[in-house]
C-alpha cells in the first residue's frame, strides 16, 4: 500500500476507536508537564489498532503519563504495554500508582531492553513509542526497531511541527512518515488537549518560540508532536 492510501485508511480507524478512546483513557484530571499529549496517545492507539499490534512497548515511561492512558484504554483487552525508563526516581508519582495490569514497568535502557523484547515476540506485532532517548538517539532507536518483520511502526515523540526538518532525521524515513501535527489529525482531534495547549501558547512554549524565530508558521494547535515512521515492509 502506498502512504496516502494508508493514511486515508487510518482516518477510518482514528473514527472508529475515537468514542471508546474518549471514553475510557480519557477521564481522568492531572495537570501534567513533560509528557505526551493526550491526542498523542490516540494517535499511537489508532495506529496499534490499524497494524493489529498486541504488544506496545514504550521507552521513556518519564512520570507516567502516557502509560496510564494506555493502561486505562487497554485494561480488559488481549494488548499489552511495556514500559521502560532508565531513571527508577520518576514513576514513583501518585500517577504512576494508578497504573496497573496490563503495563509492565521496567528499569534499563530502551536501546537494549527494547530489541530483546521485539525479538522475543516475533508472533506478534509490537507498536513502538520512543519518547527517551531523543532526538538523534531515538532514530538510532528506530532503525534497530525495523530490524524486526513484527515491528509495522515507530513513533517517536518531540519531533514536530517545527522539527520536522530536523537533520537528525534520516533521509531513508522520507516518504514512510505520518505527522500527529498534520491538519488532518491534529485539527480533527486537538480537542482532547485543548487546555494542555491554552498553556503552551500562553507561556510561549520553547518549540513555539524557536518556530517563530526561524519565521515557521504553527498552522493548528498540536503539541510537540508525535512522528510515526512505517517499516518498509507494510508498504508497497
Ligand atoms: C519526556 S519523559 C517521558 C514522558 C512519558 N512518555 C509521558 O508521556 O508521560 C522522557 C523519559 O525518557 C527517559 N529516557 C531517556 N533515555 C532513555 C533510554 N535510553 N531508555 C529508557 N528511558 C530513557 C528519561 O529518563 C525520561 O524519564
Redesign the pocket.
Known sequence: MTLSEIQKDLENTYRNVEDEFVNKALPFDLNVK???LRMEVFFICGLCEYFGCEKII?????????ALMFEKYYRGTMVDVVT????PR?PKTEIFKDVVDPVEYLIG???VIMPEIISSNADKNIGIFI???KGKGAYALAKKCFEYDNVPFVVIHDEGPVLSDNPNKPKEFDGRMICSWEPWFAQRFNYMDIQALDRFNEKGFRHRRWGLKHNLEFTNNCGQGALCILNHNVMT
Open positions: 513533560w509528557a505526551a514504550e521507552s521513556g515511561t518519564g512520570f507516567g503519563f502516557s521502560i525508563d532508565n531513571q520518576k535502557d530502551g536501546n519518547d527517551g532517548p
